[in-house]
């Protein structure tokens, strides 16, 4: 199975534009999912395939891809906007999913 | 209401079995690949296992192939997981999960709030 991998942390200053990156060989054939967790939380999804949202996820998120990188946009950070965010697709023998190990976003 | 409603988690001696329910209403279940996700605490999240809307696919993460079983009856709208030979590592929160993907991609739109399975002697 493969792996996705994510920055542990990123920060970005209220109101400002920040780029959520997940990196691994299943993206060339897949798009990631993107996922939203705040503490005692369960996730939830923000951004999946090429670039759609789920209803009543703010229209702020985004997602792009290019070769093996899938990333999150988050453009104009809202405080509530702070949490762990992960990532996940299909592996590349596609009988497994796989996550990445998350990025801790905090809003200045 | 649509939801999920994870149930069955405790604490378990290593080399026990415990069996996680997911009881799931408000939508036409059986057109759903489902999934079992864990969370160990302080940790991120880990894919375990997805079975598609008849019940005739199964895949399993490495590191409980062998030992877990996921099954679901669309008569009751439920999802299980039965989990054998459980050991310290299997400590976490179980999330099952609904896939919007028709082809079970992993794009969990409906979650349910988990159920805690600790493993310790």
């Known amino acids: 199975s493969s792996e996705l991998t994510q920055d542990p942390a990123v920060s970005v200053a209220l109101g400002q534009t920040v780029r959520i990156t997940c990196q691994g060989d299943?993206?060339?054939?897949?798009?990631a999912g993107w996922f939203q967790q705040k503490p005692g939380q369960a996730p939830v999804l923000v951004i999946y395939?090429?670039?759609d949202r789920p209803s009543g996820i703010p229209d702020r998120f985004s997602g792009s891809s290019s070769g093996n990188t899938a990333s999150l946009t988050i453009t104009g950070a809202q405080a509530e906007d702070e949490a762990d965010y992960y990532c996940?697709?299909?592996?590349?023998?596609?009988?497994?999913?796989?996550f990445g190990g998350g990025t801790k976003l905090t809003v200045l | 209401e649509v939801q999920l409603v994870e149930s069955g988690g405790g604490l378990v001696q290593p080399g026990g079995s415990l069996r996680l329910s997911c009881a799931a209403s408000?939508?036409?279940?059986?057109?759903?690949?489902m999934h079992w996700v864990r969370q160990a605490p302080g940790k991120g999240l880990v894919w375990v296992s997805r079975?598609?809307?008849?019940?005739?696919?199964?895949n399993y993460a490495d590191s409980v192939r062998g030992r877990f079983t996921i099954s679901r009856d669309n008569a009751k709208n439920t999802l299980y997981l039965q989990m054998n030979s459980l050991r310290a590592e299997d400590t976490a929160v179980y999330y099952c999960?609904?896939?919007?993907?028709?082809?079970?991609?992993?794009?969990?739109?409906?979650w349910g709030r988990g159920t805690l399975v600790t493993v310790s002697s």
């Open positions: 999960a609904r896939d919007l993907d028709s082809s079970g991609s992993g794009y969990f739109d409906l």
């Open positions: 408000g939508f036409t279940f059986r057109r759903y690949w």
């Open positions: 079975i598609n809307g008849d019940g005739s696919s199964t």
């Open positions: 299943s993206l060339r054939n897949y798009y």
């Open positions: 395939g090429k670039n």
């Open positions: 996940n697709s299909r592996d590349t023998s596609d009988t497994h999913l796989v």
